[in-house]
């Protein structure tokens, strides 16, 4: 299996992350996989998606589809 090489790379603060340092997911959304992290805990390997796996969970949170 590969390493993904992440050292430089661009993280993004998720729109849905808040600004009291709570739910802080990041993403990267430059590469053919999405990772994502928790940015409180940056050392710790981050789960990286499909795109289009990513996308379709995304869609499903913005259309509050997952908590029905």
């Known amino acids: ?30 590469l053919p996989v999405v990772p994502v992290r928790d940015s409180k805990d940056v050392g710790r390997a981050p789960l990286v998606f499909g795109v289009g796996a990513w996308s379709v969970f995304a869609g499903a949170v913005k259309r509050g589809d997952l908590f029905e």
């Open 1 to 30: 299996m590969r390493t993904l090489n992440l050292t430089r790379v661009t993280w993004r603060k998720s729109s849905y992350s808040n600004s009291e340092g709570g739910a802080c997911l990041e993403v990267v959304d430059s």
